[in-house]
């Protein structure tokens, strides 16, 4: 019930829900005020949502806490990659990977630096028994010289605490081992919130942040790809609030 609950509020995250319901508002109210209003909202709204500067700021102070814990020259056991990488495509039997990719991009370079000793996908598109496919994905890492062995895959996942709890049941010793928590920058502190919740410590060490030049003129242009930016923030910061009172009403 609670993961249901969690999908519909999420699409509160997005900004686009609420200028069109303000534009809405304008088309259908009959005072000229309120039309008025309304039209200025949305423009305003339009300009914050489409500005770099103002995401990089919101981004920045979500994250500024949970960016790396990593230890010089600690050798870790497991590098947890969160899911929400990627998918599969069977008419072509290959990864369709997005753009937090950098989870498992990053999962890789450290595996190849010997940072980690064994890479551990918790739930991801690619490998989801009903709509992945976990033998594609160990066929294309040995591609890149990473053995199967080396491959461990949590299925069962649907959402972030459920990451956790099914990944500790299958790997017991993530409560005595060193183990390295690697996903998107938005994404980590919420996780981090699950893996403590359920008895763990990781070291943790973000991927994908969002950056954008000063120097670059067109960063003063509004870039509606920052709307999509926005939502996975806004989803992390409802999806904070959820599970904290989730937390209190198992309490």
Same mark, same amino acid.
């Given at each position: 019930?609670?993961?249901?609950?969690?999908?519909?509020?999420?699409?509160?995250?997005?900004?686009?829900?609420?200028?069109?319901?303000?534009?809405?508002?304008?088309?259908?109210?009959?005072?000229?005020?309120?039309?008025?209003?309304?039209?200025?909202?949305?423009?305003?709204?339009?300009?914050?949502?489409?500005?770099?500067?103002?995401?990089?700021?919101?981004?920045?102070?979500?994250?500024?806490?949970?960016?790396?814990?990593?230890?010089?020259?600690?050798?870790?056991?497991?590098?947890?990659?969160?899911?929400?990488?990627?998918?599969?495509?069977?008419?072509?039997?290959?990864?369709?990977?997005?753009?937090?990719?950098?989870?498992?991009?990053?999962?890789?370079?450290?595996?190849?630096?010997?940072?980690?000793?064994?890479?551990?996908?918790?739930?991801?598109?690619?490998?989801?028994?009903?709509?992945?496919?976990?033998?594609?994905?160990?066929?294309?890492?040995?591609?890149?010289?990473?053995?199967?062995?080396?491959?461990?895959?949590?299925?069962?996942?649907?959402?972030?605490?459920?990451?956790?709890?099914?990944?500790?049941?299958?790997?017991?010793?993530?409560?005595?081992?060193?183990?390295?928590?690697?996903?998107?920058?938005?994404?980590?502190?919420?996780?981090?919130?699950?893996?403590?919740?359920?008895?763990?410590? @990781? /070291?943790?060490?973000?991927? +994908?942040?969002? #950056?954008?030049?000063?120097?670059? =003129?067109?960063?003063? *242009? @509004? /870039?509606?790809?920052?709307? +999509?930016?926005? #939502?996975?923030?806004?989803?992390? =910061?409802?999806?904070? *609030?959820?599970?904290?009172?989730?937390?209190?009403?198992?309490?």
């Amino acid at each position: 019930m609670f993961y249901i609950l969690s999908r519909f509020a999420a699409m509160l995250a997005s900004p686009v829900i609420y200028l069109v319901g303000l534009l809405l508002i304008a088309v259908f109210v009959e005072s000229r005020k309120v039309k008025r209003v309304c039209l200025l909202s949305v423009l305003f709204l339009f300009l914050l949502f489409t500005n770099n500067f103002v995401y990089e700021a919101a981004e920045r102070w979500w994250t500024r806490d949970t960016l790396s814990s990593m230890k010089a020259g600690q050798v870790y056991t497991y590098g947890v990659v969160l899911g929400g990488f990627g998918g599969y495509n069977p008419e072509s039997d290959q990864l369709d990977f997005n753009r937090s990719a950098d989870r498992l991009w990053e999962a890789i370079q450290l595996y190849k630096a010997g940072r980690i000793r064994k890479i551990v996908i918790a739930s991801d598109g690619t490998t989801h028994p009903d709509y992945g496919n976990a033998q594609t994905f160990i066929r294309q890492m040995s591609y890149l010289d990473i053995p199967a062995t080396d491959i461990l895959i949590e299925k069962k996942a649907l959402n972030t605490d459920e990451n956790a709890i099914y990944t500790l049941q299958m790997l017991p010793d993530l409560k005595t081992e060193p183990f390295l928590l690697i996903t998107s920058a938005v994404h980590m502190r919420r996780s981090l919130d699950c893996f403590r919740a359920a008895g763990m410590n @990781p /070291d943790y060490h973000s991927t +994908d942040r969002f #950056y954008e030049p000063i120097s670059r =003129w067109e960063s003063w *242009v @509004p /870039d509606l790809t920052l709307l +999509d930016e926005w #939502y996975s923030l806004g989803h992390e =910061w409802i999806g904070t *609030v959820s599970y904290e009172i989730a937390l209190r009403n198992e309490k």
